[in-house]
């Protein structure tokens, strides 16, 4: 009897990989689901972020809520939040949480009390999509439609410096505000990508 040809064998275990690969790519992955069946205040999030003790916070459409890993408390109107809506979330390095709502502006939670940022100069809140702290006085805010915004935030008011097309951002909508190599920030808009120099922020005062 013949032995089978070197490209039979070779096919059959191309087969048996195959099959293989395709077995493990249909496992269920082992995640853990959270709603409002266990804790969750709504189903729609829009941002999370953790904070310095390791605890994960959630902007949802129902409020901010933070998980300690074994539950959720929620901050809605009723603790005095000018929105439920909260598109952004960011811890500064003093524990203060900061949070970017749909239409009431900012806000921050200290503790367990919710303060809301006074901010002089506008005519209407606008739609906050992104927080970057870069110190515990110094707060950048990205907006849908008003640009970016830098918040330096005294004991009794606080100091709005606006940046936008103007100044020479792509877009007057930023998504994404983050810290980048050298003291750049990056600023990721419906136009394009920006990345302030160190120069540039020092003259907004970073």
């Keep these: 009897m013949n032995a089978l040809p070197s490209k039979f064998w070779q096919s059959c275990w191309l087969l048996l990989l195959l099959l293989l690969s395709t077995a493990a790519a249909a496992q269920t992955l082992a995640l853990r689901r959270y709603n409002t069946a266990n804790g969750l205040p709504q189903t729609m999030v829009y941002a999370i972020c953790q904070d310095g003790r390791g605890q994960l916070w959630a902007g949802t459409q129902g409020g901010v809520c933070v998980f300690n890993g ?35 502006g900012v806000s921050w939670l200290r503790g367990e009390r919710v303060h809301r940022c006074r901010l002089p100069g506008l005519r209407q809140p606008a739609h906050v999509r992104s927080i970057y702290c870069a110190t515990n006085e110094v707060v950048w805010v990205g907006t849908a439609g008003q640009g970016l915004w830098r918040l330096q935030c005294g004991p009794r008011d606080t100091v709005l410096t606006h940046f936008g097309r103007a100044q020479g951002l792509p877009s007057d909508s930023v ?14 808009t419906t136009g394009g990508l920006a990345a302030l120099p160190t120069t540039t922020s020092r003259q907004l005062g970073s």
């Design 70 to 104: 074994q539950e959720f408390q929620t901050f809605d109107g009723r603790q005095g939040l000018p929105d439920n809506h909260v598109r952004a979330v960011a811890p500064a390095p003093d524990g203060t949480m900061w949070l970017g709502h749909e239409y009431g």
């Design 175 to 188: 998504n994404c505000v983050k810290p980048g190599p050298g003291g750049q920030l990056w600023v990721a």
